[in-house]
């Protein structure tokens, strides 16, 4: 059975870094990635990683600035966000699904969200 628990969002200044976990059980054979909701705005993609080859994936806005990554040991996803910029400020939800695909409806399992706003 997946489960999927977000933390550690909060509220930060432009240019600081945040890193947002995610409790992941049962995801082994999966594709686990991070979404994010802007305010008004829809579900987007943020980055992907493929659990078993830690294969990655990343939104051409996060590219160079985010960084996935996964815990085998520990059962956890984490994104790393660095050079953080208002135009993050979003939901951010971890998910998991069997697809390798920005489509958030390609993903079946979702966390609950975590918000991170970042003040200009």
């Known amino acids: 059975q997946v489960e999927l628990v977000e933390s550690g969002g909060g509220l930060v200044q432009t240019g600081d870094s945040l890193r947002l976990s995610c409790a992941a059980s049962g995801v082994s054979r999966y594709i686990v990635a991070w979404f994010r909701q802007p305010p008004g705005k829809e579900r987007e993609f943020v980055a992907a990683l493929i659990w078993q080859t830690e294969f990655s994936n990343y939104a051409d806005s996060v590219k160079g600035r985010f960084t996935i990554s996964r815990d085998n040991a520990e059962n956890m996803v984490y994104l790393q966000m660095n050079s953080l910029k208002p135009e993050d400020t979003a939901v951010y939800y971890c998910?998991?699904?069997?697809?390798?695909?920005?489509?958030?409806?390609?993903?079946?399992?979702w966390g609950q969200g975590t918000q991170v706003t970042v003040s200009s």
């Open positions: 998910a998991a699904g069997s697809r390798w695909s920005t489509d958030p409806t390609s993903f079946y399992h």
